[in-house]
């Protein structure tokens, strides 16, 4: 059973940068597709991005195009989401889940990111 | 982008009672009905139901059902239990940027 757990939230000021990770076991990390999805406080799900594999590809929602990077290490089960020029809007649960069987099949619990001054 | 939108975006349901959520995207999802539908219970993260537009997965109890091609889609909980509260999306997984429905809150009687 997949089992994503992830780390790196907190209160940083706008502008600011923060990087999460989630860690990866119970599944073949590296032969599955990954996701970061969002949800901010009284609003729905935000898929973030994804990336292939390999790393080979990534995509980004057009909101967090040129500020976020979302990266992986295969040797250490591991999905990273840089996050740069943070702004109030990007207040929210961050959620990492894998594409095994189906997009977006299991989900992490979650890291709240607050961007406040 | 396609755009998913759901209906009704709130739903109070009696136990043991049937019921009913309606889901459209704004491009057909082809064939093979790039659908796929989840619940999130209050502080709980997202649970998979329902991928394929009408695959239950893995450990959903068979009161849940989807159904649905193109662009109209339907998510159908025969028998509604208190566990189910929550809000339900559907989304798309067709092309990227993934897009989400704006839920539907769920509330027990």
């Known amino acids: 059973e997949a089992q994503l757990v992830e780390s790196g939230g907190n209160l940083v000021q706008p502008g600011g940068s923060l990087r999460l990770a989630c860690a990866a076991s119970?599944?073949?990390?590296?032969?599955?597709?990954m996701s970061w999805v969002r949800r901010a406080p009284g609003k729905g799900l935000e898929w973030v991005a994804n990336i292939k594999q390999d790393g080979s590809e990534t995509a980004y929602v057009a909101s967090v195009k040129g500020r976020f990077t979302i990266s992986r290490d295969n040797a250490k089960n591991s999905l990273y989401l840089q996050m740069n020029s943070l702004r109030a809007e990007d207040t929210a649960v961050y959620y990492c889940a894998s594409s095994v069987l189906t997009t977006l099949d299991s989900w992490g619990q979650g890291t709240l990111v607050t961007v406040s001054s | 982008d396609i755009v998913m939108t759901q209906f009704p975006l709130s739903l109070t349901v009696t136990p043991g009672e049937a019921a009913s959520i309606s889901c459209r995207s704004s491009?057909?999802?082809?064939?093979?009905?790039?659908l796929n539908w989840f619940l999130q219970r209050p502080g709980q993260s997202p649970q998979l139901l329902i991928y394929l537009g009408s695959n239950r997965a893995s450990g959903v109890p068979d009161r849940f059902s989807g159904s649905g091609s193109g662009t109209d889609f339907t998510l159908k909980i025969s028998r509604v239990e208190a566990e189910d509260v929550g809000v339900y999306y559907c989304m798309q997984a067709l092309q990227t940027p993934i897009t989400f429905g704006p839920g539907t809150k769920v509330d027990i009687k």
């Open positions: 491009q057909s999802l082809l064939k093979y009905n790039h």
């Open positions: 119970g599944f073949t990390f590296s032969g599955t597709w």
